[in-house]
């Protein structure tokens, strides 16, 4: 099967995916509001899946004899914004090609195609046809907007094609849940030509949970006497314990954020807009003016728990976990105050994962420092606890700090430094 790849890569913004939001109609949040898609379990805003589609058609041609009779599409991972795509044909024979949209190492989508010969000569770039389009850019506002709606992922479509007519011009789809424990709907649309079968599935999400701690834990932030700052407090673990910290009305709770504001009005509680990457000098201020007090150093970008990653999500890493805790501790070292380093049991399974290796760094290092210059640490390794970080398909809710502090009481101990 003669395919010609006209650009072998290419790169979507986030002004495409306004636009395609526009002239589809899907306008799910994940893929064009900034702060939703900084709060989503990926971190930041995704592609369109039909979106990345659509490039990918207008970037390749078939031999002008030849239609397609079939698609399959598969996504496997979402794609981001301004990061390259590439496209790679992975194998073809006499009837069907298949090919890889690949982003940062990793395979994102799965695209078979299955030719039918014509005696007509095609003169346009059948995979532009309106009609086909039509039923691409449907399929995007089914799910992203009807069902499952917000809270949504294309996980394959498969379109058949006719060369006659066989539907009306009006589309009919007919969703159907597999089984009500999973999260994975069946999907049905014909359209004049186009007879199609989509997969979606309910995007897992964070689920605020507000379970009151119990009277042991409630009693033990009571009787912490230093002042607290919580580096990272609007959200994951960092968020948990701030709100554990408002039992005591003693001290004084300063609280970092970056994108997501905290609103509190107390007069014990401090918050601070920190840009940790550029603000060291913020924190070194804060650290003077509230000692003596206890660090707890939450900061982090969005983990990637894959095997091979992006070197630029290498470098975000050993920044956050490595660099940036040395510096804080560097500029304050005489000051009297208490470091808390928060890791995860992930790198106990996982060892060679580029996380896992920054991590471990970091924790190694910042222990040798606080040993060096006296300063009293706890390091400790969480489990998955309910946050954007650890939130999947297959683990779409967690405990969260409180839950888990109430069954390990040694380890609230240790976090507040008795």
């Given at each position: 099967?003669?395919?010609?790849?006209?650009?072998?890569?290419?790169?979507?913004?986030?002004?495409?995916?306004?636009?395609?939001?526009?002239?589809?109609?899907?306008?799910?949040?994940?893929?064009?509001?900034?702060?939703?898609?900084?709060?989503?379990?990926?971190?930041?805003?995704?592609?369109?899946?039909?979106?990345?589609?659509?490039?990918?058609?207008?970037?390749?041609?078939l031999n002008e004899k030849i239609d397609f009779s079939r698609i399959n599409i598969n996504f496997l991972n979402p794609l981001n914004y301004n990061e390259i795509i590439y496209i790679k044909q992975t194998s073809a024979d006499k009837n069907k090609a298949n090919f890889l949209l690949i982003q940062n190492n990793q395979?994102?989508?799965?695209?078979?195609?299955?030719?039918?010969?014509?005696?007509?000569?095609?003169?346009?770039?059948?995979?532009?046809?309106?009609?086909?389009?039509?039923?691409?850019?449907?399929?995007?506002?089914?799910?992203?907007?009807?069902?499952?709606?917000?809270?949504?992922?294309?996980?394959?479509?498969?379109?058949?094609?006719?060369?006659?007519?066989?539907?009306?011009?009006?589309?009919?789809?007919?969703?159907?849940?597999?089984?009500?424990?999973?999260?994975?709907?069946?999907?049905?649309?014909?359209?004049?030509?186009?007879?199609?079968?989509?997969?979606?599935?309910?995007?897992?999400?964070?689920?605020?949970?507000?379970?009151?701690?119990?009277?042991?834990?409630?009693?033990?932030?009571?009787?912490?006497?230093?002042?607290?700052?919580?580096?990272?407090?609007?959200?994951?673990?960092?968020?948990?314990?701030?709100?554990?910290?408002?039992?005591?009305?003693?001290?004084?709770?300063?609280?970092?954020?970056?994108?997501?504001?905290?609103?509190?009005?107390?007069?014990?509680?401090?918050a601070k807009k920190i840009n940790i990457l550029k603000d060291i000098s913020k924190i070194q201020k804060i650290i003077l003016d509230y000692t003596p007090l206890?660090?707890?150093?939450?900061?982090?970008?969005?983990?990637?728990?894959?095997?091979?990653?992006?070197?630029?999500?290498?470098?975000?890493?050993?920044?956050?976990?490595?660099?940036?805790?040395?510096?804080?501790?560097?500029?304050?070292?005489?000051?009297?105050?208490?470091?808390?380093?928060?890791?995860?049991?992930?790198?106990?399974?996982?060892?060679?994962?580029?996380?896992?290796?920054?991590?471990?760094?970091?924790?190694?290092?910042?222990?040798?420092?606080?040993?060096?210059?006296?300063?009293?640490?706890?390091?400790?390794?969480?489990?998955?606890?309910?946050?954007?970080?650890?939130?999947?398909?297959?683990?779409?809710?967690?405990?969260?700090?409180?839950?888990?502090?109430?069954?390990?009481?040694?380890?609230?101990?240790?976090?507040?430094?008795?």
């Amino acid at each position: 099967m003669q395919v010609k790849i006209k650009k072998k890569k290419f790169i979507l913004k986030l002004s495409d995916g306004i636009k395609f939001s526009k002239i589809s109609k899907d306008f799910n949040k994940i893929h064009i509001n900034k702060n939703y898609g900084y709060n989503s379990i990926y971190g930041q805003n995704i592609v369109h899946g039909v979106l990345s589609i659509i490039f990918f058609f207008k970037n390749i041609q078939l031999n002008e004899k030849i239609d397609f009779s079939r698609i399959n599409i598969n996504f496997l991972n979402p794609l981001n914004y301004n990061e390259i795509i590439y496209i790679k044909q992975t194998s073809a024979d006499k009837n069907k090609a298949n090919f890889l949209l690949i982003q940062n190492n990793q395979p994102s989508v799965d695209i078979n195609i299955e030719k039918i010969k014509v005696k007509k000569k095609i003169k346009t770039n059948i995979f532009l046809e309106k009609n086909f389009l039509r039923v691409l850019k449907k399929i995007s506002w089914y799910t992203g907007m009807i069902y499952p709606g917000e809270n949504s992922l294309l996980q394959n479509i498969n379109i058949l094609k006719f060369q006659k007519k066989q539907f009306g011009r009006k589309f009919k789809v007919l969703s159907k849940k597999l089984d009500s424990r999973l999260p994975i709907i069946n999907n049905s649309m014909d359209y004049r030509h186009y007879k199609v079968n989509f997969r979606s599935i309910e995007r897992p999400y964070l689920k605020s949970k507000k379970n009151k701690p119990n009277n042991f834990l409630i009693s033990k932030i009571k009787r912490c006497k230093r002042n607290v700052l919580i580096i990272g407090a609007s959200q994951g673990i960092g968020r948990d314990l701030f709100n554990l910290f408002k039992y005591n009305k003693k001290i004084i709770k300063i609280a970092t954020y970056f994108r997501n504001k905290i609103k509190i009005k107390s007069k014990n509680v401090v918050a601070k807009k920190i840009n940790i990457l550029k603000d060291i000098s913020k924190i070194q201020k804060i650290i003077l003016d509230y000692t003596p007090l206890n660090i707890y150093y939450f900061a982090t970008p969005k983990i990637l728990f894959n095997k091979t990653i992006h070197s630029q999500k290498i470098k975000d890493y050993k920044n956050y976990y490595v660099s940036i805790p040395l510096k804080i501790l560097s500029k304050v070292k005489k000051k009297d105050f208490n470091f808390f380093y928060p890791s995860t049991t992930f790198i106990n399974f996982n060892k060679s994962y580029p996380y896992s290796k920054i991590k471990t760094l970091g924790e190694k290092k910042v222990i040798k420092f606080c040993k060096k210059n006296k300063i009293k640490f706890f390091v400790h390794r969480f489990p998955a606890i309910n946050s954007r970080q650890s939130i999947t398909l297959t683990n779409p809710e967690n405990q969260n700090l409180n839950e888990y502090l109430m069954l390990n009481k040694k380890v609230i101990k240790n976090m507040l430094f008795y």
